[in-house]
């Protein structure tokens, strides 16, 4: 193909990406659900997180603040961790604006089996949400990944690295760190760490713009306190900075 005939080629190729940008759809957050099921949660509290996730999809408050922003929807995608080896993202992006949706979601999220059961990667789960936020075909507002775990990172990189390198791409991390107050001894370490798990994930974990870390203990409360992690996800927060925030 002579030059001349490039030229047009490259103009059509340019005119339909512009296009393809301009027909993206406009979400007010892009949401990645980053979720540990490694060795050291077991199965009966790993059907407690997948029953929290839908109750609070389902809350009237979470729906409220989806419906609030000025898309008025919002897309979700979820992974699951164990090693660095061990990573899946179970539930690609799903766009949520109304109860309809969001129950197609949960349904979804509910049928679908554990994929894991290995040692703890933190920083492989958040490299996944990182690729698909690059890979979303959606225009959001903001870009967040939500972690939630019992644990501190034992495999894989450098949580903390993985974290900057989410945070310089303009991402936001917020943790929901759940606290084994009667661990066995193998797992102490792990889920008890010096200074307290929630400090552990606002040092290695969570960042970027109004980053924050919630704490609960006990997987039962789980499904409150994913709520309002929803809700503080889904609302415009602080312009900077982390706040810690308790049961």
């Not at 690729?131 to 501190?152: F, S, Y």
């Not at 370490?189 to 006990?218: C, I, K």
């Not at 309002?228 to 312009?239: C, D, N, S, W, Y």
């Amino acid at each position: 193909m002579d030059r001349i005939a490039l030229v047009p080629l490259v103009a059509l190729l340019l005119s339909v990406s512009v296009l393809s940008s301009a027909l993206a759809v406009d979400v007010d957050v892009a949401l990645v659900l980053v979720t540990d099921v490694s060795r050291s949660i077991d199965d009966a509290e790993f059907k407690l997180e997948k029953d929290g996730y839908a109750s609070a999809f389902a809350n009237q408050k979470v729906l409220d603040a989806i419906r609030g922003g000025p898309a008025g929807q919002i897309a979700v995608a979820y992974v699951e961790f164990a090693s660095s080896f061990e990573v899946r993202t179970v539930l690609d992006w799903t766009v949520i604006r109304d109860r309809a949706s969001a129950q197609t979601f949960v349904e979804r999220l509910s049928a679908a089996p554990r994929t894991f059961w290995g040692r703890t990667a933190i920083g492989a789960g958040i490299e996944q949400a990182i690729q698909l936020l690059a890979e979303t075909g959606l225009n959001p507002a903001r870009r967040v990944i939500d972690v939630c775990g019992d644990g501190t990172s034992n495999a894989g990189r450098d949580v903390a690295q993985v974290r900057d390198e989410a945070v310089r791409a303009g991402i936001t991390i917020n943790g929901l760190a759940i606290i084994n107050d009667r661990p066995v001894s193998w797992s102490f370490a792990h889920v008890q760490p010096p200074g307290g798990l929630a400090n552990y994930y606002r040092d290695n974990v969570t960042g970027g713009p109004g980053s924050f870390v919630l704490e609960v203990h006990d997987f039962s409360s789980f499904g409150a306190a994913m709520t309002r992690k929803l809700v503080q996800e889904i609302a415009v927060g602080p312009a900077d900075g982390k706040f810690a925030a308790g049961r």
